[in-house]
């Protein structure tokens, strides 16, 4: 099986391609996870392109927290599901598929970042708005442009692993559970580095003078 069908599919969700599912679509819909890998697994394309149906959003989404750039998202997407294409043989299914895909999500861009050296933009996201509150008049919309800027500042600053628990607990709302099986560590470890990151964060913020309730 080739890998173009992934490939095709993220430039349709990129075009905003709406389609009413059809009767084998629904059917697809219906099978788990594992059941649609083990049909992949054993050369099938459909269930392929259906596992990139339901995760390319999320993969996106996680590759634009790190990198928050659209354009980057996107090639880093399409390299994540050409990669999981070609290791898909090897999944066993010792973690969910979606905790394996996240996991080769991270450390894409992990290379990524390592390679260009990223350069703060503007964010283009609302969850960092649900981490430090809603805005509710022209100074505080001021105060928290101010906040997101020290946010972003700091995850630059700190390590990747660091990095990594903040954007997996506070953006993509993972459980420490899920957030454990993706870095590869256990649950304390988890806690331990997203203490160190929000602590981080904290003294950034106290040194412009803003304290986070």
């Keep these: 099986m080739g890998v173009m069908p992934a490939c095709g599919l993220l430039t349709e969700n990129r075009k905003e391609v709406s389609e009413v599912p059809s009767t084998e679509t629904r059917a697809r819909q219906e099978k788990t996870d594992m059941e649609l890998v083990r049909l992949a697994q054993s050369g099938e394309i459909a269930p392929f392109e259906e596992l990139v149906?339901?995760?390319r959003n999320e993969v996106f989404a996680l590759s634009f927290h790190y990198v928050?750039?659209?354009?980057d998202a996107w090639d880093i997407s399409q390299e994540v599901f050409i990669k999981v294409h070609r290791s898909l043989r090897q999944f066993r299914g010792d973690s969910s598929f979606k905790t394996w895909l996240m996991r080769i999500t991270s450390n894409q861009c992990k290379d990524f970042l390592k390679a260009t050296r990223l350069k703060t933009v503007p964010l283009e996201s609302e969850r960092l708005s649900t981490v430090i509150g809603s805005k509710e008049s022209p100074?505080?919309?001021l105060v928290h442009k101010e906040m997101e800027?020290?946010?972003?500042e700091a995850l630059d600053e700190m390590p990747f692993k660091?990095?990594?628990a903040?954007?997996?607990?506070?953006m993509e709302q993972l459980s420490y559970k899920d957030m454990a099986e993706i870095m590869k560590c256990n649950i304390g470890t988890v806690m331990s580095r997203l203490h160190h990151a929000r602590k981080k964060?904290?003294?950034?913020l106290l040194k412009k003078g803003i304290v986070l309730e």
Excluded: A
């Excluded at 800027?149 to 972003?152: A, E, R």
């Design 166 to 170: 903040f954007i997996l607990r506070e």
């Design 162 to 164: 660091h990095r990594t």
């Design 53 to 55: 149906r339901r995760y």
């Design 149 to 152: 800027q020290v946010i972003l």
């Design 139 to 141: 100074r505080e919309d």
């Design 201 to 204: 964060i904290k003294q950034k």
């Design 68 to 71: 928050r750039n659209r354009e």
